[in-house]
Structure formats: C-alpha cells, structure tokens
C-alpha cells in the first residue's frame, strides 16, 4: 500500500544531500550543482561498474530498522540552512526483507529536512504482512495518537504507538526513529500475521484482503473515551476436572491454551476466580429435575449422558463454576471493575437445552447470564460464531422478543439445526438470526455476514449487554469442522462489536486445536480491545450468496438490513 508524505514548507538556503553508500558529498552552493552533479554521476558510475552492477542500478543506501530496509536512490531534497536554493532531491523508501530490528537510521537523513517527496511506494516483498497507514501529526505536535496493531512476526502487537514531536516508537516492533519531516506526514503500520498457529502455513499477504478504510457503523454513535479497564478473565482449577473421555476433543488443556492466549495478547486482564453458581440460577434456564438428575449422576461417580456427552464426579463441581463465571463477571462489569470478560471454562453450554445434555454441554451457561440479566431488565443480545449452531441458546429464548440471538455456523452439520428460515416463533418472530454458511468459508463472507446483517440487526435491536458464543473450530486448523478462518477474523469479528461500546462477556464454547485456540483468543481480546486485523478471503461463491440469502431472510423483520 503506497504510503506518502506531506512535508512542511522549508525556508529557502542552501542544500545538503542525504548521504548514499557511494560517497555522494554534501552540495553547499549552487554555482557548483552543474558540475559536481556531473562528477559525482561518473564517480558513481565508475564504482558500479568496478563492483559489477549495472550502470543503470542506482546508488543505494541501505540500513535495517524496525524489519525494514529504507533506500534513497538519485537523492533531490531542497534543505534549509540560511543560503539560496542549490538542488531538488527525490527520495524513495521501500521496505524489504530481513534486517535488524534494534538498528535506527543514520543520523545524516534523520537530521535532513525534506522540502518535497513523490508518494513513497512499499511493495509487499516479506511472506505475511500487510501494510496499513496511519496519520499523524510532526513534530510540533505533542500528541500521542492511536495507530492500528504493528508488529512483526511472533511479536505480541501494539495497541498503540505514540507519535509526540516527531519521534516515532512503536512498541514492540520499531525503533524509536526521529521524523525527518516539520508537517504532516503518514505513517506505514506493517502488520504481521500477528497471530500465527505452529505447524499451519499462513496465505501471503497477496491473497489477503487489505483493511477497509475505517468508518463508523450507521445508526452508531461515537463511542466516547473510556478509561483503560482490565479486561476480566474467569477461571478455576476445578474446570479442569470435568472429563469427558478418553482421547475426548473437549479435554482439560483447552483451559490452558485459554489462558496462554489472553497472556500472548499483552493488553490489562485481571484474573479471577469463577465462583460457583447456585441451583436458583441454574433453574433459570433448566428444569429442576435435570438439574437434579445431573447432580445424582455426579455424585454417583458419573456416567454418560449423550453418545458424546459424559461426566464424572468432578463435573459437577466444573458445572457449577462454568455457570457461576459469567454471573459473576456480569456482576463485576456492572460494579466498574472491568470493561469485558473472557470466561476461560468447560464444559461449554450453547448445545444444553432446558431437560436434555447434548455436544458435550451440560448446563448451558451463556444463557443462564443471559437471563439473570434480563431479570435485572436488561436487554441482552447472543452473539454465535463457533462452527456448531446453538441449539440449546435458541430453544431457550425461541419465543421471546428481549434477548436477540444471532449465529454464524457452518450447514448443513450437527446438530442439523439452525437453518436460515428459522427466525423465532410467536413474540420472538425475527429475534433469532441464523446465518448457514457452506464449508471452506473465509473471513471475507463472515465480514460481509457481520456488515449487513449483524451489525444493522444490533443497531436497531440496541442492546445493553452482549455475550458472545466464542467458539473457535471454525478455524482453519480445527480438526472437527469445515471452515477457513484465520486467527484474525475472530479478532475482526470482535472489533465489529466493540465498536458499539457496550459491555461484552466471551464463553469459551468449542475450539480443539490449542494453538489455534491459543491465537485466536488472543486476537479476540485484540479486537475487543478496538483493533481490526485484515480477514481471509476467497471464500467460495456459495458463501457469498449464503449471506445474500440470510440478508433476504432477516430484511422482514429488520429495516437496517439490505437484501
């Protein structure tokens, strides 16, 4: 993506040139620009020539800085030391591979004031990354503004870089570089895949779809500036005991790749204790003789309660605590102690319906918080992208109109539900939102799902509180399932809901690869956090006529939505 400056004004004087490998001195007057342009072009010349290139490759500079070498070639910059004008210079940077991270510019261009500059292209040479621009203002400024993620690869990203008098520092990636430049410039982000999964080979940056310009969702108001609160992550050791079988997908480790991710995010989290929940709370969405069947199979030592759900003594206690979580982190969000939650539990609940254990959910947690809000006369939307459709979340609120659920799920698969004209019945008609996606999906359908059916359905719903379904086998490296989301596009989706500033609690539900489960939370906090990472593209054309199709189907029942 071509990134260009706009330099400031110079006062008129004399020049001296940016310094090149080939020796090119300093050009103080202008009577001496003919003939020592002439000179220094043979000198040049001559070196290429006796070093083997050609006499048409022109002279270089190269330094490494921030994963990146910069290279002036057939220099033209007017500078400003008190005499006449001398020379125009041009100069032109382009990023390439490799080089050390640590190491700044020379000091000979970072004190040079550049007078004009033709836009600086960087082409896309490095396996990986994406280039995204961020303005800013130089060094008269003493702002810190917000730039986009930038980060290389394996390294945590930066929320934010601060751009004050003209001095560059990006956390994480690029050295602390002195701008060369008085006015208003434009900054290249480079964005890595900043989440990378061990043993997956990651597209090039070519087949990947460069981030839209940034605009605020319609019908959404700016969101005003919040202070910096931790993000709250709710776990227990006990989640850890609840065991599903031998050689089970849904085993104890998931917690802890969990926890990795919220860690590899490097944002503020607090952690906590998940406290259990009370039977009062679990009767809120389950009837009491399951809920009693559950505890005596339990306390028997366990048993099987689906062909691919089973507990044993310990899942009790797991249960409870996995329910107890999001009761307590809504609880904590209301009180001002954090400004979202990431409940790192099992077993996960979107498949538990009112009596019946199914898909190795037994109580089904998300809409236990769901309605202890809206006891509490909040209005509470669903939020489902794990690969499976929720069938448990939507039988429970099917027929009512104050909790909306929407989810993005991969049909026809288990459980062979959530079909696109199943919107809800009675007073709940066109408050269940089921977007059926083919397999080999990419993050450029689910961003389309997102732009114009869930975020207008959202907008207009307006809710206070959502909760999202997190589960990650829709990734790509998912052994149960189908679809081709990259890491990013659960950071995408979430950054489509943070922009609506409300309070946002994420259930672990499925996700059986640790390292994608690992990245992707991490890029899920990144997002929630306000980033926006690039999505996958090339999904098939089925895809997309899906989202058409769900577009249709919810454009009854919603004026914000466009068929």
Known sequence: MPVT?????????????????????????????????????????????????????????????????????????RLACGRKAASRQDCCAERGRGGDSTAAAPASLRASTHSEMKPLPLPRTSRRWAIETASFQGRDSA?????????????????????????????????????????????????????????????????????PERRPHPGIPPIPWLPMLPTLVYSHEACLGHEAGHAHPERPERIGAVLRGAERWGGPIEMRQAPLAAESDLALVHDKSYIDRIAQICADGGGVLDPDTAVVEASWEASLRAAGAG?????????????????????????????????????????????????????????????????????????????????????????GSGWLEDIGTGAGAGHTVNIALPPGTRGD??????????????????????????????????????????????????????????????????????????ASVAATLDGLAGAMPDYSIRSPKRSHMMV????????ANWKGVRA
């Open 548 to 555: 058409d199709l769900a577009a249709e189907v919810a454009s």
């Open 327 to 415: 009761i307590a982190a809504a609880a904590a969000i209301e009180a001002g102690e954090g400004r979202n939650a990431l409940l790192a539990i099992r077993p996960p609940g979107h498949h538990a319906h009112r009596n019946r254990a199914l898909g190795f959910c037994i109580f089904n947690n998300i809409a236990i918080v769901a309605e202890k809000l809206n006891k509490q006369g909040k209005r509470v939307a669903i939020v489902d992208w794990d690969v499976h459709h929720g069938d448990g979340t939507q039988d429970t609120f099917h027929r009512r109109s104050d909790v909306l659920y929407i989810s993005t799920h991969q049909f026809p698969f288990y459980p």
């Open 5 to 77: 400056a706009y330099p400031a004004t110079p006062r008129s004087g004399a020049l001296t040139s940016c310094s090149t490998d080939r020796g090119v001195a300093a050009i103080a007057s202008s009577r001496e620009l003919a003939s020592k342009r002439q000179k220094l072009s043979k000198a040049a010349a001559s070196m290429r020539r006796a070093s083997g290139r050609s006499s048409r490759s022109p002279s270089t500079t190269m330094w490494p800085g921030g994963g990146a070498w910069l290279r002036c070639r057939r220099i033209r910059a």
């Open 143 to 211: 702002r810190a503004h917000p730039l986009r993620m930038v980060t290389g690869p394996g390294q945590l990203p930066s929320m934010r870089t601060a751009v004050t008098r003209g001095i560059v520092s990006v956390v994480g990636s690029h050295p602390a570089e002195a701008c060369p430049d008085a006015g208003r410039c434009q900054v290249s982000g480079v964005t890595a895949s900043s989440y990378p999964v061990p043993g997956i080979r990651h597209p090039a940056p070519g087949i990947r779809h460069p981030a």
């Open 445 to 518: 359908a689910y961003d389309a799902a997102f732009e114009r059916i869930v975020i207008p359905v959202l907008t207009e719903f307006d809710p206070e509180w959502i909760l999202v379904s997190a589960g990650y086998d829709a990734h790509r490296a998912d052994p149960l399932a189908e679809m081709l989301l990259e890491s990013e596009d659960f950071g995408r989706m979430a950054g489509h809901l943070s922009k609506f500033g409300l309070p946002v609690i994420v259930f672990l539900e499925g996700g059986y690869h640790l390292e994608a489960i690992e």
